[in-house]
């Protein structure tokens, strides 16, 4: 078995009330990043940190994702909306600091996800790899 990982979260875990309609969002907005859903049930799915469960109460989250450019941006609200979600921000410089360029979508439930490109910059790695000894 083989993760990577990110800087900050082991892992995000949200429960929606419609998993199909959350299944169906959140497959064509990970397709933006080039991820796939990697493990699915009839109760569940995941991709790399992030879960989605329909046991329970539905969540409310914001939740921000990084692009790698501008373009990336457009092309997940584009997505994001006829996957089902609602504008919550069209694609737009935001005043948090300069450079911060992101997209705003509301998921099936309700949740905040973003978008974000904070400008220009190089990674010492593309992720962190933890392999299970």
């Known amino acids: 078995m083989e993760f990577h990982r ?22 064509a907005v990970m397709e933006v990043f080039g ?13 790399d940190e992030f879960y989605v469960t329909s046991e329970g109460t ?3 989250i914001h939740l921000a994702l990084q692009a790698p450019d501008r373009e ?6 584009q ?5 089902g979600g ?19 979508v509301l998921d099936p439930d309700g949740n905040n996800i973003e978008t974000v490109f904070h400008g ?9 790899v933890l392999r299970a000894l």
């Not at 900050?8 to 299944?23: C, N, P």
């Not at 990336?72 to 609200?77: G, I, M, Q, S, Y």
């Not at 919550?88 to 005043?95: C, M, T």
């Open 35 to 47: 991820l796939t859903l990697q493990r699915e049930g009839p109760t569940f799915f995941n991709t």
């Open 120 to 128: 220009p910059a190089e990674r010492s790695a593309p992720s962190v």
């Open 6 to 27: 990110g800087r900050l979260f082991d892992h995000v875990h949200i429960q929606v009330k419609d998993l199909e309609a959350s299944r169906r969002f959140y497959r």
């Open 58 to 60: 539905p969540s409310r």
């Open 79 to 83: 997505v994001a909306l006829a996957a």
């Open 86 to 104: 609602r504008d919550n921000g069209a694609p737009g410089e935001r005043k948090y600091h300069p450079g911060y360029y992101a997209a705003f």
């Open 72 to 77: 990336t941006v457009h092309r997940f609200h």
